[in-house]
């Protein structure tokens, strides 16, 4: 980003969470969880990268930047065999697919859930932005 921002003036930050198996081993205790953390095995962290620039141009540019870290990450936590699906929906970029995270169970669950409570599909077509549960099927990433 230092070498090919046009006016260098950006801020990156990174934030470490510790994901410890002790949450998903309470919440099996509590008849499970629906983000799937009750399926981890071992320790995780949870990483959140931010990157703060000024400009159009330097955002196109940015993104470009952060979202081939990600998949960088991404890559080499899956050729370790450290990968985790789980994306903290608060952390989570528009591009990352939160809900498969949480596991092909839990999701059809609920969908289950939102038909139903929301029959009508309200939360699901009436409320803008958010991650939103899938109507049908999952992506390639789910678990």
Known sequence: MKAESSD????????FQPLPTVIGKHGRERGGNMLGI???EENAVILL???AVNG???EALGRAKMLAWNNDLERYTRDAGTYVPYRYLNYADA???VVAGYGTENVLRMQA?????????VFQKRIPGGFKV??????????
């Open 8 to 15: 260098g003036d950006f801020e990156t930050q990174c934030f």
């Open 38 to 40: 009750d399926k981890l």
């Open 49 to 51: 990268g931010s990157l």
């Open 56 to 58: 159009v141009d330097q």
């Open 95 to 97: 591009s990352q697919d």
């Open 113 to 121: 859930v939102s038909h139903a409570y929301d029959p009508d599909g």
């Open 134 to 143: 899938p109507e049908n099927g999952m992506n390639a990433d789910s678990s």
